[in-house]
């Protein structure tokens, strides 16, 4: 048995995502920003190694494997994303407009600012093994813009679950400027943009 394959076969640790090193860091970055261009699939560990410029031994030594590194990267992602979003909703908002103006810009910002792991988890929808590993909930952005929706507005002619629906549709409307964004960069020539953040957000404040 080489020295690898020994520890490959090392039992897994539990890592606190919220205290990497400068070298796990390295590493959690490069096995994102792999996943968010080739897949999960195609991000072998020595594509991780080459990228973060480390030896695949060191990758082994301080994850012990391929899974719990992807595993630890979008759990630090993870415990960002919410602590950001918690942050922001939990403020005072005057009205509708005045929450879909900000929200609006608040999460094209924090697609921005975590895409690989935003575009990560699109690539990878319906992947059985990505969904067994992945902490990053999309959800958990829409349930806290639903739930302030409903908090600020004043009108009582709206159900839960129609708060529910302009949440998804907000978000993933501004999700699919980013993959746009992302599309754009393979390709020579720009694409005619018809739709912008303004525009979106826009159209929702007509419901309101």
């Known amino acids: 048995m080489t020295e690898l394959e020994g520890i490959k076969l090392t039992e897994k640790q539990s890592i606190d995502s919220t205290h990497l090193t400068k070298t796990q860091q390295r590493i959690v970055d490069a096995a994102l920003d792999l996943i968010s261009h080739v897949g999960y699939k195609s991000t072998t560990t020595k594509k991780i190694a080459e990228m973060a410029e480390v030896n695949e031994t060191t990758i082994f030594k301080n994850f012990h494997s391929k899974q719990l590194l992807i595993d630890t990267a979008y759990k630090q992602h993870t415990h960002q994303i919410t602590k950001e979003v918690d942050e922001f909703f939990g403020q005072t908002f005057r009205d509708p ?87 754009e960069e393979y390709m ?15 159209f929702m404040l007509k419901v309101f």
């Open 97 to 183: 407009e005045d929450l879909l103006r900000k929200a609006g810009y608040f999460i094209a910002n924090i697609y921005t600012r975590h895409r690989p792991i935003i575009i990560g988890s699109v690539k990878e929808v319906g992947n059985e093994k990505m969904k067994s590993i992945s902490n990053y909930k999309q959800e958990y952005i829409r349930s806290s813009l639903s739930k302030k929706l409903s908090e600020v507005t004043n009108q009582k002619g709206l159900a839960d679950d129609e708060y529910d629906t302009l949440a998804y549709i907000f978000t993933n409307t501004i999700l699919n400027l980013l993959i746009d964004q992302v599309r």
């Open 188 to 202: 020579e020539e720009e694409a005619v943009k018809t739709v912008n953040l303004d525009d979106i957000i826009a």
